[in-house]
């Protein structure tokens, strides 16, 4: 990931690796980080500028001065590896005095595959060109100034020359690559009531756990097990198992089981810190088919790696629950199936340096 020129940071490039924790003081950027892969996550799943930047002029770099036509903006970007080779997009965006795309570029080796450039202020739309090869070259043709011009490459390019497919290969990469963001901040607040009946699928908030944890019950055995065993590390007091009780059609009540002849803990009277663990755990030992994302439909499940955005990874957690959190981490990510990419306190960075597979980002001045 790239922030060339975004909110606090220039010139930064960042190296994301099966778990990466971005580390510093409050205010060195570490919230900013993981805002940039989410915005371009959603980008990629084909969101408007507005959308994904609601408030475009809090992200322009500081003392950033505007140019003659009083224009100001940032810059981000990321290479996504895989089978097209390390494929780059670097994208300029206008925050005023309007908010649109002031350029796109996507290349790989140093081939532009696909650019777009602002030609005519007055029109909501960028002119780009990508590769098409043979005796023509280049197509040429506007686009919307408020889309990423990559994620609409697969309904503008039609893949009947050899320049085609290679631009279709890299914009799918990409694309695939963002689209796979499950961004999580559990928020203990709406996790104590007891939740209707649903799909089962776990919300960014975590909302909705008891529900996911009927269904993981039911259906992932093995893995349910594997969250009841965390649970014995990360919460207070014996724990036998994790417990799901629902009246017909009624709503979902989540518990600890606390053994045989005494009461269960409902989870609305369990710490904040202990529903955090309970809902981190679960996100890092789960998948596509129980987190609310949209899965790439490119690829099959088995070949997709999942990136699970967390800020404040570590909040409210103690040291054993933060240990225990990254052991399940380095444990799903070692599948291949589930990347880590958080924002911590100097205690978990401490936790974490050292072990095995983890990157540790220090982001102080």
Not at 133 to 154: M, N, S, W, Y
Not at 229 to 237: D, E, F, P, V, Y
Not at 282 to 296: K, Q, Y
Not at 312 to 335: V, W
Request: net charge neutral.
């Amino acid at each position: 990931m790239r922030l060339s020129a975004f909110a606090s940071h220039r010139a930064a490039v960042f190296a994301l690796g099966p778990v990466t924790l971005f580390a510093g003081p409050s205010g060195s950027g570490k919230s900013q980080a993981l805002y940039a892969f989410e915005a371009l996550a959603g980008l990629g799943s084909g969101g408007t500028l507005e959308e994904v930047f609601p408030d475009p002029l809090a992200l322009v770099p500081d003392l950033a001065l505007p140019d003659t036509e009083r224009r100001r903006g940032f810059r981000i970007g990321c290479t996504v590896d895989g089978p097209a080779g390390p494929v780059r997009l670097d994208l300029a965006v206008q925050a005023e005095p309007t908010l649109r795309i002031a350029g796109e570029r996507l290349s790989v080796d140093g081939q532009i595959l696909l650019s777009t450039a602002l030609r005519d202020p007055g029109r909501p739309s960028v002119q780009a060109a990508w590769l098409t090869g043979g005796t023509t070259g280049v197509t040429r043709a506007p686009l919307p100034d408020d889309r990423l011009g990559t994620a609409l490459l697969p309904l503008r390019v039609a893949g009947a020359t050899p320049g085609q497919r290679r631009v279709l290969a890299a914009a799918e990469q990409v694309v695939v690559a963002l689209r796979s963001v499950f961004p999580c901040d559990p928020r203990p607040d709406r996790m104590r009531a007891p939740v209707p009946p649903g799909e089962g699928r776990l919300l960014g908030d975590c909302a909705n756990l008891a529900d996911v944890l009927r269904r993981t019950r039911h259906e992932c055995g093995t893995r349910h097990a594997m969250l009841a065993q965390a649970a014995r590390t990360g919460c207070a007091g014996a724990v036998a198992g994790l417990d799901v009780r629902a009246l017909a059609d009624g709503p979902v009540t989540a518990l600890l089981d606390r053994g045989p002849d005494r009461p269960g803990t409902a989870l609305g009277r369990l710490g904040a810190g202990e529903l955090r663990f309970l809902a981190l755990a679960l996100v890092l030992l789960t998948g596509p088919g129980v987190l609310a994302v949209d899965p790439a439909a490119e690829l099959l499940s088995a070949q997709q790696a999942l990136t699970v955005l967390a800020d404040g990874f570590d909040r409210d957690l103690d040291r054993a629950q933060t240990a225990e959190l990254l052991r399940l981490a380095l444990l799903a990510c070692g599948r291949g199936h589930v990347r880590l990419v958080a924002a911590v306190g100097e205690q978990a960075a401490g936790t974490a340096r050292g072990l095995p597979g983890v990157s540790v980002v220090d982001l102080s001045p």
